[in-house]
């Protein structure tokens, strides 16, 4: 699987920013997608999972009523829709797959990575 993370840029704080994952392959629905992101000088972080059939979210405190997370399994992409974005958002975005039933901190597959940058 080949994941292409998109939709990364500046934004000021309380904007708004939609990120995308397109996945190859034909397995793609079989499974659980995600997001992590690495603040400079910070290890990265587990922000957001979605299952692969029943579609279950799964999102870290600090972005939880903000953030969503879905997935199109015809499209082969997963979406992350960030709004009310605070200067702390600021990172490097990561997508993932994951075999397993849950979003592991060693998902399969690894996207290339979208800056999301939040001027205050």
């Known amino acids: 699987v080949q994941l292409q993370a998109s939709g990364g840029g500046l934004v000021q704080a309380g904007g708004s920013l939609r990120l995308s994952c397109a996945a190859s392959?034909?397995?793609?629905?079989?499974?659980?997608m995600g997001w992590f992101r690495q603040a400079p000088g910070k290890e990265r972080e587990f922000v957001a999972s979605?299952?692969?059939?029943?579609?279950?979210?799964s999102y870290r405190n600090s972005v939880k009523d903000r953030f969503t997370i879905s997935r199109d399994n015809v499209k082969n992409t997963v979406y992350l829709q960030m709004n009310s974005l605070k200067p702390e958002d600021t990172a490097v975005y990561y997508c993932a797959a994951d075999r397993r039933s849950y979003m592991s901190v060693s998902p399969d597959y690894w996207g290339q990575g979208t800056l999301v940058t939040v001027s205050s």
């Open positions: 979605i299952k692969q059939s029943s579609g279950t979210t």
């Open positions: 392959g034909r397995t793609f629905g079989t499974y659980t």
